[in-house]
């Protein structure tokens, strides 16, 4: 769990002037290995040499052995130099960055003087998770999973935060949590007073919810709304495939469409 930390005074004047309230969480990059500032030059130094000899040593196996056994560390050297390119130890404007989560809004320090900031009751917020899995013989084995959230404001700016902030299984659901705290109810009392609501591709009012695809289920067909493989899936009672499908990544505010649509059918 993180802690807050201290934001930037740019970072601190503006998220005062939105009106943030308390500085409740603070998230920084997530780093391969924990390199103090003053040993940062050491770091890049040995890294730069382990990938020459790396790269050194394939050059020799591809002239005086065989392509095919050069190709592999040089393979790895390639792979190497972009990991370290896109390190938080690497590059300094990276390591700055800062995830700032406060009591009424969120606050992004992209670094260079770049903010990104925005209130809980006006975000829009789209989710994306990616689990890279090994297959061999049939078996799936997970090995990787990445994220990234994008957050819009009412002005149409945007800022990316993805899984290179370190622990995204816990500042993912804090954001969406946040959110919902602060436009559930408004969206629930929108509904009941018979207005529709759009997320996404899915609509909702007092009636049911409607895809353009599908046209409109009314709510006591519903038998549940999930989500698994990536996707949002309606399914109606009786029918064993779902009624529709759309991608987690095009439902804006996730956690609010399936809050409130969890009290319409059933």
Same mark, same amino acid.
Request: hydrophobic fraction near 45%; charge should be neutral.
């Given at each position: 769990?993180?802690?807050?930390?201290?934001?930037?005074?740019?970072?601190?004047q503006?998220?005062s002037?939105?009106?943030?309230?308390r500085?409740?969480?603070t998230?920084?990059?997530?780093k391969?290995?924990n390199v103090?500032?003053?040993y940062?030059?050491?770091?890049?130094?040995a890294?730069?040499t382990?990938?020459?000899c790396?790269?050194?040593?394939g050059?020799?196996?591809w002239v005086y052995t065989?392509?095919?056994m050069?190709a592999?560390?040089?393979?790895?050297s390639v792979?190497?130099?972009?990991a370290l390119?896109n390190?938080?130890n690497?590059r300094?404007?990276?390591?700055?960055q800062? @995830?700032? %989560?406060?009591?009424?809004?969120l606050?992004?320090d992209?670094g260079?003087?770049?903010?990104? !900031?925005? *209130?809980?009751? +006006?975000a829009?917020?789209?989710?994306?998770?990616v689990?890279?899995v090994?297959?061999?013989k049939?078996?799936k084995?997970p090995?990787n999973?990445t994220?990234t959230s994008?957050?819009?404001?009412p002005?149409?700016?945007?800022?990316?935060?993805?899984?290179r902030?370190a622990?995204?299984?816990?500042? @993912?659901? %804090?954001?969406?949590?946040?959110?919902?705290?602060?436009?559930?109810q408004?969206?629930w009392? !929108?509904v *009941?007073?018979? +207005?529709?609501?759009s997320?996404?591709p899915?609509?909702v009012?007092?009636?049911?919810?409607?895809?353009?695809?599908?046209?409109t289920l009314?709510?006591?067909?519903?038998?549940?709304?999930?989500?698994?493989?990536?996707?949002?899936?309606v399914?109606?009672?009786g029918?064993?495939?779902?009624w529709? @499908?759309?991608?987690?990544?095009t439902?804006?505010?996730?956690?609010?469409?399936l809050?409130?649509?969890?009290?319409?059918?059933?």
């Open positions: 769990m993180s802690v807050p930390t201290s934001p930037s005074p740019e970072a601190a503006l998220a002037r939105r009106g943030f309230g500085l409740e969480h998230f920084l990059p997530s391969e290995l103090q500032e003053k940062r030059g050491l770091f890049i130094a890294s730069l382990g990938i020459a790396l790269a050194t040593g050059i020799l196996l065989s392509w095919w050069g592999y560390p040089l393979f790895l792979l190497s130099i972009g390119f390190s938080p690497f300094k404007r990276l390591g700055s800062r @995830l700032h %989560l406060f009591e009424r809004g606050l992004v992209m260079a003087g770049k903010l990104f !900031a925005v *209130r809980w009751d +006006q829009v917020h789209y989710q994306e998770t689990q890279e090994i297959v061999y049939g078996t084995t090995y999973t994220h994008t957050l819009v404001a002005n149409g700016t945007r800022a990316e935060i993805s899984s902030f622990d995204f299984g816990t500042w @993912l659901p %804090l954001i969406s949590e946040a959110i919902t705290r602060a436009q559930a408004k969206v009392e !929108a *009941r007073e018979g +207005q529709k609501v997320h996404g899915f609509s009012d007092a009636t049911g919810i409607s895809t353009e695809r599908e046209g009314p709510w006591p067909a519903v038998a549940t709304i999930d989500v698994g493989g990536g996707f949002v899936a399914r109606q009672h029918q064993p495939k779902a529709a @499908l759309a991608k987690v990544e439902v804006p505010n996730l956690l609010v469409f809050t409130v649509t969890s009290n319409l059918y059933g």
